[in-house]
């Protein structure tokens, strides 16, 4: 079975320097050790690139090998015949997706990049820092190996009847790992060797905001209801706030959200996100949702000091619905790390959080949240 990949959350880098100044104790002492083991093992990690052996015909409809490719995960082929249809079975992944690379390389990239800004960070070892430059070079700036600012043939659905042949705005949500990286990057800032290539890093998230803010695909996320819509947004404000700390643009988009956007993802009465839970897996994407939500929730906490976890009832509405999930045959450690941010924010009164988060790590999923990965969130929580 083995630790799952945890979710992006958003790292607050008040925390992290808070936790620095500590220093670690007998509550984290164990976190720091996993972090550094992570750290050393990202060292050996990469490079990462989407082009890296990437053949007709599965490159982009474009040509070119830099534009990011990713197939719709859960639409199949009518027939064997070359001018088929494909139509969508929900929850069941056609496998064959498998053959692009290009969102295992991003998220590669992401996860090692997001150890060893933080191994830098703690422990000032500026191999870490070397290596972290090393790779966004190769990602974002070498014009031999770098990716394109755009998910135009993102989540692309194969067949005849895609007449357009570009990707859907499902594709967002293959790049949400940007993010995090957007998210780290500035614990790299005391290492002088970052400024060789800060320029050109921010020009490519600049580039690939304006095209999240103006291309037809881009845009329909940002019309979705569902978590597409939501994850959209995560980007767009963690660009943003990467881009231009000291504006209001990035915070405002958040209220915006949780003032226009939430409510009618949510039922008011019950806290289901009736898109989610329609789903062949509920859990899984009501979890999947609930996760961007809190993600902006902890950027607007730590950008303009709102506490939307006590100004807006919504999130431990939607949270209280999926503590109702339990059962031996299902796993619900996917919902577990929600539910822990969710409870370091509010008043679990009736103990259901708790209950819930007891029962993710006493079941016989409980592997899956297990792991160093899943160990070192205590630094900025």
């Known amino acids: ?31 720091y050790h996993c972090l550094e083991r992570l750290a050393n093992n990202a060292l050996k990690s990469g490079p990462f690139s989407i082009t890296f052996g990437k053949q007709p015909p599965h490159v982009a409809p474009s040509g070119n090998v830099h534009d990011f490719l990713s197939y719709a995960p859960y639409w199949w082929p009518e027939s064997n015949s070359s001018n088929t249809k494909y139509v969508r ?46 790779l966004l070079d190769t990602f974002f700036i070498n014009q031999r190996t770098c990716m394109n600012p755009n998910l135009n043939y993102a989540q692309l659905i194969r067949g005849v009847q895609n007449k357009t042949k570009l990707g859907r705005g499902e594709g967002v949500i293959s790049s949400r790992v940007l993010a995090r990286i957007a998210n780290v990057l500035p614990l790299l800032e005391t290492f002088n060797g970052y400024y060789i290539l800060k320029q050109h890093i921010i020009n490519w998230f600049r580039a690939y905001l304006s095209w999240l803010q103006t291309s037809p695909v881009a845009l329909e996320a940002a019309r979705a209801k569902n978590n597409i819509h939501t994850w959209y947004i995560v980007q767009v404000t963690s660009i943003e706030q990467f881009l231009n ?108 959080c708790r209950r819930f988060i007891d029962a993710c790590y006493h079941c016989k999923y409980t592997e899956k949240i297990s792991g160093p990965k899943n160990a070192i969130h205590i630094l900025w929580s």
Not at 5 to 13: A, G
Not at 300 to 326: E, H, P, V, W
């Open 89 to 134: 079975k929900d929850g069941k992944r056609n496998p064959d997706i498998g053959v692009l690379k290009d969102q295992s390389q991003l998220e590669s990239i992401a996860e090692s990049l997001t150890f060893l800004c933080l191994g830098y960070y703690f422990f000032n070892n500026e191999n870490y820092a070397i290596h972290a430059v090393s």
């Open 245 to 352: 700390p000291l504006s209001s643009h990035a915070p405002n988009l958040v209220l915006k959200f949780f003032n226009e956007s939430l409510p009618k993802q949510l039922d008011s009465k019950t806290g289901n996100q009736p898109l989610e839970s329609k789903r062949a897996k509920p859990l899984h994407y009501l979890a999947f949702n609930l996760q961007a939500i809190i993600f902006l929730a902890e950027l607007a906490k730590n950008t303009i000091g709102i506490d939307i976890y006590r100004a807006n009832n919504s999130i431990q509405l939607a949270t209280r619905y999926i503590t109702n999930f339990t059962g031996k045959d299902q796993d619900i450690t996917e919902a577990a790390r929600c539910v822990e941010i969710v409870l370091s924010g509010i008043e679990d009164q009736d103990n259901c």
């Open 1 to 31: 079975m083995g630790p799952r990949k945890p979710e992006v959350e958003y790292i607050s880098l008040r925390k992290l320097q808070l936790q620095k100044q500590r220093g670690p104790n007998d509550t984290t002492k164990e976190a």
